[in-house]
Structure formats: C-alpha cells, structure tokens
C-alpha cells in the first residue's frame, strides 16, 4: 500500500512538473513571436506562433497573432494574397472557436472576411455576421460600430449605417 502511494506522489509530481514546463514553453515561444512581429521578422514570428501551439494548442491568442501575421505579409505584397487571407481567416476562427465571446476576433475577422469577399472569394461568415457579433458582444464600443458601420456604408445599406452612426454620436458626442 505505501509503495502505490509513493509511487501515485511521483506521477502526481511528473504531472504537474511536466504541465509546468509546458506552460513554461508556451509562454515563452509565444512571447518571442509577438517580439518578433513587432521587429517585422515575420517568418521567425510566424515558426515561434506555431511552435508555442504545440505546447498549447486551446490558447486563442496565438491564432490570432498568427492571423495578425498573415495579414501583415499581405500588406507587404506576398503574390499569394487569397492564401493569405484565408490562413487568417482559418486562425481567426480557430480563435473564435477557443474564445468566442471577445469582440476584437470577430471584429478581425470582419475585416478579412471583406477582403476574401472584394478578392472573388466566399468567406466562412460573412463579414455583415462578424461586424454584427462584435456589436452584439460589446454593444457600447465606439470601434466595432465604426468598424461595422464604414462597412455597411460600402455596401450601400445606409439606413443600418445611419442608426449605427447615431449611436456612435450618442457615445461621444463630441467627436
């Protein structure tokens, strides 16, 4: 009895030592990605993104830093621009399937959902949906009704724009 005990302790021990180091292995990779995207050394960014994954694959963030990458080599020009947009969409929701009650994903992924839709291709949600629950989550933010809102009005539904514009006055009116 005692020897399964001991032995139960070690593994318990191993267990928590092990999630340790992989917590400890997450967080560092993923902090060297977001120092590199932020040094415009994207491909590095782009492996360290996908290496903290390893270690914790239900964390949103680093898809959305991933997203944030793929997005930032399309500003640069790759040639491959629809691949682009549509690994960032995947990371995006991805993210969203992890975290789906925080505003700024579905806000992103918004405005990449756009892009597919003005580049020929169809998004997995549309970008009207993505606009939309982002408001829906955080009603009251003056960015995802502006964001939302600029959106209609390039679709040309300017009765859904105006009533968003209203509130964005209703919010700050003195901007």
Same mark, same amino acid.
């Given at each position: 009895?005692? %020897? #399964?005990?001991?032995?139960?302790?070690?593994?318990? #021990?191993?267990?928590?030592? @092990?999630?340790?180091?992989?917590?400890? %292995? /997450?967080?560092?990779?993923? =902090?060297? $990605? &977001? +120092?590199?995207?932020?040094? +415009?050394?994207?491909?590095?960014?782009?492996?360290?993104?996908?290496? !903290? %994954?390893?270690?914790?694959?239900?964390?949103?963030?680093?898809?959305? %830093? #991933? !997203?944030?990458?793929?997005?930032?080599?399309? $500003?640069?020009?790759r040639?491959?621009? &629809?691949?682009?947009?549509?690994?960032?969409?995947?990371?995006?929701?991805?993210?969203?399937?992890?975290?789906?009650?925080?505003?700024?994903?579905?806000?992103?992924?918004?405005?990449v959902?756009?892009?597919?839709?003005?580049?020929?291709?169809?998004?997995?949600?549309?970008?009207?949906?993505? @606009?939309?629950? $982002?408001?829906?989550?955080?009603?009251?933010?003056?960015? /995802?009704?502006?964001? =939302?809102? &600029?959106?209609?009005?390039?679709?040309?539904?300017?009765?859904? !724009?105006? $009533?968003?514009?209203?509130?964005l006055?209703?919010?700050?009116?003195?901007?």
């Amino acid at each position: 009895m005692n %020897l #399964l005990v001991k032995a139960f302790g070690y593994l318990i #021990l191993f267990l928590v030592l @092990f999630g340790g180091v992989k917590q400890w %292995l /997450f967080s560092y990779n993923f =902090f060297q $990605a &977001k +120092n590199l995207y932020q040094e +415009n050394q994207l491909p590095e960014a782009l492996w360290k993104s996908k290496r !903290a %994954l390893k270690y914790f694959p239900s964390h949103p963030e680093p898809h959305r %830093l #991933l !997203a944030k990458i793929y997005l930032e080599l399309l $500003a640069q020009g790759r040639s491959n621009q &629809k691949e682009l947009l549509k690994k960032a969409e995947q990371e995006l929701l991805r993210a969203i399937s992890i975290e789906p009650n925080y505003p700024y994903y579905w806000a992103e992924l918004g405005r990449v959902s756009e892009l597919l839709e003005y580049l020929g291709e169809m998004p997995q949600k549309s970008p009207r949906s993505a @606009f939309h629950r $982002a408001c829906l989550i955080d009603p009251n933010n003056p960015l /995802f009704l502006n964001m =939302f809102a &600029k959106y209609l009005i390039r679709k040309k539904d300017f009765t859904s !724009a105006q $009533a968003l514009l209203k509130k964005l006055l209703e919010l700050s009116p003195r901007s």
